[in-house]
């Protein structure tokens, strides 16, 4: 099967601007979830879609949002970019309902910068 | 999920064992414990699981103490693309099944010697 795919790898922008991440997850998978890793503040959760409805939220400002498709696919969506927001924003597929412990399996991210 | 303790960072030599140890005295009967480990400028990746028996896989072996307070991931000859950040993760499968996030602490840096 082909692993998590994140698209675009690499993300330049200026403050103010709005950007849009996209994920797509391991074939047959249907919950995606988004982190930020940044080096002060390490791997944060930002939010969980399962069947297109958002099942869980990290505590991140209401600037960060996402969706979810119904072929699993996943986009998020940064506005108003501030220099904080300068990370690697990963996203993770997994299978809950086969797998009772919900492994997650990583893209290789997407790294943003914000000047 | 409760707390993991690992420590900061750890060295070994090409080609010789490494014991990688984490503590979670908190742990419940329903936690699994996981662990994942990043490469420089990877996503995590998924290394082994286990609950209470020592588990084995093609990266690594699990050992869990017998009260499951403490466990060590085991990697049984380093190799210099072993050097990662290695995280331990309780995750809870009561109620029928883990749900949300995974929460990841500052892991153990592992550094790999040639």
């Known amino acids: 099967k082909a692993g998590v795919t994140q698209t675009p790898r690499y993300l330049i922008k200026t403050r103010g601007q709005q950007v849009t991440l996209s994920c797509s997850p391991i074939?047959?998978?249907?919950?995606v979830s988004w982190y930020q890793q940044t080096p002060g503040q390490g791997l944060q959760f930002l939010f969980e879609y399962f069947s297109e409805t958002q099942r869980n939220k990290g505590n991140f400002p209401g600037r960060f949002s996402g969706r979810q498709f119904s072929n699993s696919r996943s986009e998020m969506n940064v506005s108003t970019l501030e220099l904080g927001d300068s990370a690697l924003y990963l996203c993770?597929?997994?299978?809950?309902?086969?797998?009772?412990?919900?492994?997650?399996?990583f893209g290789p991210g997407t790294r943003l910068t914000v000047l | 999920d409760a707390k993991t303790t690992q420590p900061n960072s750890m060295e070994s030599n090409e080609e010789e064992p490494v014991h990688l140890p984490c503590n979670h005295s908190t742990i419940s009967g329903t936690d699994y414990i996981h662990w994942y480990r990043q490469l420089p400028s990877q996503g995590p990746e998924y290394v082994i699981h286990?609950?209470?028996s020592n588990v084995n896989n093609r990266m690594a072996s699990l050992a869990i103490a017998e009260d499951r307070k403490s466990s060590t991931l085991i990697l049984h000859r380093a190799t210099l693309r072993d050097a990662a950040v290695y995280y331990c993760i309780l995750r809870d499968v009561g109620n029928g099944g883990s749900q949300g996030n995974l929460i990841f602490g500052k892991g153990t840096k592992l550094s790999v010697k040639p």
């Open positions: 074939s047959g998978h249907r919950s």
């Open positions: 286990g609950l209470t």
């Open positions: 993770a597929s997994s299978s809950p309902l086969t797998d009772i412990t919900d492994t997650q399996y």
